[in-house]
């Protein structure tokens, strides 16, 4: 008995481990579950009554600047996934500033790229999105995490036609034959060059 409960619950106990481990935040991303998080719409609609307020914002990099002291990331927001991640989709609640001690190099914080930021809620700024006026809220980082980018490959399973078993030869519970595997990544013809 106590090997069929075992074999219930392995299942189980693997697959709440890939589930929470799908979905873990990064380690300085964290905050104890006691802090409250400042939400990015509250900092929109009114910016002064949240400022020294944590926040942990996300989203794709629009733009970076490099000063003499700090470096600026113009920020596209993003709600935030359990795992912190930036869900990305056709529709933001608008931009942010990052302002962070120290060079980010714009080869590697490049526009398109997903963030997180961890940081407390600064007085908000005003600038221009081409022609357009534009109040930013800002955030003053402690940490930012860059994302690794996700990469799509189409993945098809073939069978052969010269692997055909009639099915009156095969074993009811069991599949013995080969299938091959092809992954193809996208192909890059669609990329702007530059």
Not at 21 to 44: I, Q, Y
Request: with cysteine; aromatic share 10%.
């Amino acid at each position: 008995m106590k090997k069929f409960n075992l074999i219930l619950t392995l299942p189980l106990l693997v697959s709440a481990m890939f589930i929470t481990g799908c979905s873990a935040v990064p380690k300085a991303l964290m905050v104890s579950e006691s802090t409250t998080l400042t939400n990015f719409s509250a900092v929109r609609e009114n910016t002064n009554s949240e400022q020294g307020n944590l926040a942990r914002w996300g989203g794709v990099i629009a733009k970076v600047t490099n000063n003499a002291n700090n470096s600026m990331l113009e920020v596209v927001h993003f709600s935030l996934k359990s795992s912190a991640r930036p869900k990305q989709g056709d529709e933001t609640q608008g931009r942010f500033r990052v302002y962070i001690a120290g060079l980010l190099d714009p080869v590697i914080y490049k526009e398109g790229r997903s963030i997180t930021a961890l940081g407390t809620v600064t007085s908000s700024e005003n600038g221009k999105i081409g022609e357009h006026e534009y109040n930013y809220p800002v955030l003053k980082a402690s940490y930012i995490h860059l994302w690794k980018d996700i990469q799509k490959v189409d993945v098809r399973i073939i069978q052969s036609p010269f692997w055909y078993t009639p099915s009156y030869w095969r074993y009811p519970q069991y599949s013995t034959h080969p299938r091959r595997v092809i992954v193809r990544k996208p192909s890059t013809s669609n990329k702007k060059k530059k």
